[in-house]
């Protein structure tokens, strides 16, 4: 697999495109008329797109259909209800070895984040710029940035962790950002987040979520022995504070329309049909 293109150009070209035709499917607009939207000739979208993506645009749009993401739906249920019945979690459970998850103390979620040390760092990524942050302990923040500001950035970490001594650190930073957009991850990730009960629960049945799958806020809250709390799940995904890794893109409506997404419809829909495409090149 190549390296991932950590390109912003790059990126918001994919995601204008993407967007273009999401708004446009009914008159299913021509290669040229998508090349031509995001000022490129035929030739260099087909090239820039087939780098990024791993296949062509054509193939990938099969990728971001309802009848897609119903199929995917019903076949991670599947896979799920299989899992939970042996004991096991298939890939999701490969994906739970390589990314795993710890919580803060009620004492440290009390102190807001007194007597820790906080390193951040702003860096491209193959779905736009983002702030990657770190505790001692592992990852604590990945959030996607639409305009670059540095101030912002630490503004935004500040109001999540208000006691905190929080200090740039771009080189370090650097080395994570390389190690979470490789797939698959060359060693395990720690996350270190701050977060109610019920949002780690939610946050932790995220992680059993297959690289390339999809599940519903329903299928989400039934997995958790909690099926009539769909709308609470729903306000826990959103507040999930490291993205990517915690795959909250791939939870999507039951309709098979994709949804709201923190960091935007777009990203959204890039992200799904990236991985669907990573997993077609593997399989």
Same mark, same amino acid.
């Given at each position: 697999?190549?390296?991932?293109?950590?390109?912003?150009?790059?990126?918001?070209?994919?995601?204008?495109?993407?967007?273009?035709?999401?708004?446009?499917?009914?008159?299913?607009?021509?290669?040229?008329?998508?090349?031509?939207?995001?000022?490129?000739?035929?030739?260099?979208?087909?090239?820039?797109? +087939?780098?990024?993506? %791993? /296949?062509?645009?054509?193939? *990938? $749009?099969?990728?971001?259909?309802?009848?897609? #993401? =119903?199929?995917?739906?019903?076949?991670?249920?599947?896979?799920?209800?299989?899992?939970?019945?042996?004991?096991?979690?298939?890939?999701?459970?490969?994906?739970?070895?390589?990314?795993?998850?710890?919580?803060?103390?009620?004492?440290?979620?009390?102190?807001?984040?007194?007597?820790?040390?906080?390193?951040?760092?702003?860096?491209?990524?193959?779905?736009?710029?983002?702030?990657?942050? +770190?505790?001692?302990? %592992? /990852?604590?923040?990945?959030? *996607? $940035?639409?305009?670059?500001?540095?101030?912002? #950035? =630490?503004?935004?970490?500040?109001?999540?962790?208000?006691?905190?001594?929080?200090?740039?650190?771009?080189?370090?930073?650097?080395?994570?950002?390389?190690?979470?957009?490789?797939?698959?991850?060359?060693?395990?990730?720690?996350?270190?987040?701050?977060?109610?009960?019920?949002?780690?629960?939610?946050?932790?049945?995220?992680?059993?979520?297959?690289?390339?799958?999809?599940?519903?806020?329903?299928?989400?809250?039934?997995?958790?022995?909690?099926?009539?709390?769909?709308?609470?799940?729903?306000?826990?995904?959103?507040?999930?504070?490291?993205?990517?890794?915690?795959?909250?893109?791939?939870?999507?409506?039951?309709?098979?329309?994709?949804?709201?997404?923190?960091?935007?419809?777009?990203?959204?829909?890039?992200?799904?049909?990236?991985?669907?495409?990573?997993?077609?090149?593997?399989?």
């Amino acid at each position: 697999m190549e390296s991932p293109v950590y390109d912003r150009q790059t990126y918001g070209q994919i995601a204008k495109a993407i967007a273009f035709i999401r708004d446009n499917h009914l008159e299913q607009p021509s290669l040229t008329t998508i090349a031509q939207h995001v000022n490129l000739s035929e030739y260099h979208f087909q090239r820039l797109f +087939t780098k990024w993506a %791993g /296949i062509s645009p054509k193939r *990938f $749009l099969q990728y971001l259909t309802l009848e897609y #993401a =119903k199929s995917k739906i019903t076949e991670t249920k599947n896979l799920l209800e299989l899992s939970l019945e042996s004991g096991l979690s298939s890939s999701g459970r490969l994906h739970d070895l390589f990314v795993q998850l710890v919580a803060m103390t009620p004492g440290e979620f009390k102190a807001e984040g007194a007597g820790l040390k906080i390193c951040y760092g702003i860096h491209e990524t193959p779905f736009g710029a983002c702030l990657i942050a +770190t505790t001692d302990r %592992g /990852i604590c923040n990945l959030h *996607f $940035l639409d305009k670059v500001d540095r101030a912002t #950035a =630490k503004q935004h970490l500040q109001t999540e962790w208000p006691n905190a001594d929080i200090m740039a650190d771009q080189r370090g930073t650097e080395n994570i950002r390389d190690l979470i957009f490789q797939s698959p991850l060359p060693s395990p990730l720690v996350l270190h987040v701050k977060g109610t009960n019920f949002q780690i629960q939610v946050w932790q049945a995220l992680l059993q979520i297959p690289f390339g799958s999809l599940t519903t806020y329903q299928g989400l809250a039934t997995s958790i022995g909690k099926p009539t709390a769909a709308r609470a799940i729903g306000n826990a995904v959103g507040r999930n504070p490291v993205g990517y890794l915690i795959p909250c893109h791939r939870v999507i409506r039951g309709s098979g329309e994709i949804g709201g997404y923190r960091w935007g419809l777009d990203r959204k829909t890039v992200l799904l049909g990236w991985e669907a495409s990573q997993q077609e090149g593997q399989s």
